[in-house]
């Protein structure tokens, strides 16, 4: 198994339109940094939020989460997560993972120095679709996220060979997502 150069990436981005859209270098300018890197793409979270909040004293169940738990929020510039609380986002990036690539996702070291965690779970071979990012504000002060700028570090790994059963052929419940998705069983 080994970790993808920004060659491989690049190709695969171009080729194979493992990204879309894909920026071909790191943006800085001001924002916090997206696009091609060395070993790793760094993605950017769009404009729409889902902001937990505790109006209803609602319990967080997995298998029967209520839409309740949240407010939508949809800013170009930012958004504000409430101390220790906790928002959904989803990258602008639509990403399209060959069958013998899988993805591990990191959070921004600037992010992770303010003591915002981003969270993605591992994207496996053969997903296809925008995705959701979590984002946990372990302070307690407000914290800025901010809108279509970089939020998370994909890092693609090539298997030591395809797998049996890719998430498309198993019907990913999180196949061809697009937006902000909540969890589903």
Request: proline letters at 5%; one cysteine or more.
């Amino acid at each position: 198994m080994s970790v993808l150069s920004d060659k491989s990436i690049r190709r695969l981005a171009v080729e194979e339109s493992m990204i879309s859209p894909f920026i071909d270098k790191q943006v800085r300018d001001g924002k916090i940094s997206y696009g091609l890197s060395s070993f790793g793409y760094d993605a950017r979270v769009g404009d729409e939020f889902k902001i937990f909040h505790n109006v209803n004293s609602s319990i967080v169940d997995p298998k029967e989460f209520s839409s309740d738990n949240f407010v939508t929020k949809k800013s170009s510039e930012y958004i504000i997560i409430p101390p220790n609380s906790f928002a959904l986002g989803t990258t602008i990036e639509v990403f399209k993972i060959p069958r013998d690539i899988m993805c591990i996702v990191v959070g921004k070291s600037t992010y992770a120095r303010t003591g915002i965690i981003v969270n993605v779970t591992p994207i496996e071979s053969e997903f296809f679709g925008t995705v959701t990012l979590e984002f946990s504000n372990t302070t307690p002060l407000p914290a800025k996220i901010y809108a279509n700028e970089g939020a998370a570090q994909f890092i693609f790994l090539k298997g030591n060979e395809e797998p049996e059963i890719t998430y498309d052929k198993r019907n990913g419940k999180y196949m061809k997502q697009t937006g902000v998705t909540l969890p589903k069983v």
